[in-house]
């Protein structure tokens, strides 16, 4: 009888220690789900209630006001020319964001929150499905690193065309989550995949960068497949990848005809091959890739040089280990975990590839690569938790590393999300969506029904207004308002004032923006202003105001 108790104390013993180390790890998890989830959601209040609307995202909002007042799929022609144009190339934005803005603009909602939802929606999609890439890599915690990687990334502070939080209208993050989500289906189902894949190049082109990474997952995961039967289901894939393409396509060609869908082809041909940059400044842009995590730049640039040692480290000594154990390596690469980790490392290359040549792209717009980066991010961490639990038991120098990359891990993510918190709650270019509203609603109470300007602070303004923009480098009216640029980080607030020394009547506003009625004798102004501008620099005038119209 004793024995039988002393064997039960035995084996009952050893059991508990696991249950209480559970259970800790289980409180850990919880609290860091929810310090993750909040952080998110803070993230997403500050854009709305905090965030300015910068220039590309009043561009877009335009294109949400004139589709639902049934004006097609058009902008002002504030930035490329004047009146409504149909499809224009500057919408870089596609209609997976647009149109369900638009519809819910028309439906009441006010065209800035409508956008706002629909966009902290694909953001919520975005971490669920890294969220989903990350458990399937390295389990819970996987989730967890998988899902902060939109937090990592730093898309507002190094310069123009910042992407401020969750809600912005510019469609960078229902890109990375169409992507994350045909990542996600890959493995299990490659049409699915595919169908997510084409809207993310419909949503923005950049999206192209993640055709080899889901085409890597794709064929790691099949690799077990008869060759037949993995192309014939490649084929199809690749057949639901065109269908949003065309489809498009062909509402845009039947919207405007085939000359004029002709001549937006042309267009943006065009300006996929206008050099906008006097070289591609690879050097630059890597500079400010590295300053892009809330991290201290060296100290990002030895993390990132430490884990690419560290992995390299443990893959070679696990493989080593399958070769002394007889262990085909072939058979352990062809799984799904392994498919997702190859799949972040080729997002995270293709997207440098793409965008480091690339000669019409600021190397301080961060936001071009960012559904590249996000991806990539959102990937890597979860194989690196991975590959720390591999080196544990591969030996001391390994298992020493592996220690130090947890503690980095588990040091700088934190951070970085703080960081990131502190820093989008700072007054930015155009100050706070509280200032922009004050301001709009003043010129709005003008009684004007349209503002005229530059691509300039303008934008937001009359997207905030709810009324069109005009630029006034090609027309200029007598009974629509001038909304000039006067903020010091706008860059411009210089010729902006010039503008208003020659142009402006009675002044309705003189603050951040200058706004005024334009002079009665308006064709001396601008004969004026013009004659100055092309004195100054007569190659390339800083704008040439264009002819009043009536």
Known sequence: MSASVAAASHTRVPSALPKVSRGYGNIVFLVATIALIAAHAVLAWIGFTHSPVDLDQGFNLSVVRNIAAGDGYSSDGVFTATGLQPFEVAITTGPTVIVPAALLHAAGMSALVAAYWVDVLFYSALVVGLAVCGWRIAGRWGSLLGASAPLLLDIFSNGHSPLYAPTDVLGEYACAAFIAWSLAFAPRRPVIAGLLLGAAIVTKVVALFAIPAVLVVYLVAHAGLAPRVRVALGLRAAGAVLLPLVAFEVVKLLSVGPTAYGALVSDYWQKTQADRLPSALMTDKLYYLVQAWFLPGAIAVALAVFAVAFASATLGATLERWTQLGIAARGRLHSE????????????????????????????????????????????????????????????????????????????????????????????????????????????????????????????????????????????SRDDLLVLDAYPEGRIADQQLVIAQHLCGEVVLNASVIACWPRSDLEKGIAELNAEQLQQTPSTPVLVVGVPVD
């Open 337 to 476: 975990r392994a498919a997702l980790a190859l799949g972040g490392l080729v997002a995270g290359a293709g997207t440098l590839a793409m965008w480091l040549p690339l000669t019409f792209t600021d190397p301080t717009w961060i936001r071009h690569p960012s559904p590249g980066l996000i991806i990539a991010a959102g990937l890597l961490l979860p194989t690196t938790l991975a590959l720390i639990r591999v080196a544990r038991g591969s030996g001391r120098w390994l298992a020493a590393s592996a220690a130090v990359m947890a503690v980095a891990l588990a040091v700088t993510l934190p951070i970085q999300v703080v960081s990131h918190l502190g820093a989008a709650l700072e007054r930015q270019r155009f100050g706070t969506l509280d200032d922009q509203r004050a301001i709009a609603g003043v010129l709005e109470s003008s009684g004007t029904q349209r503002f005229q300007g530059t691509w300039s602070a303008m934008v937001p303004l009359a997207a905030l207004a709810d009324l069109p923009a005009r630029n006034i480098a090609y027309e200029i």
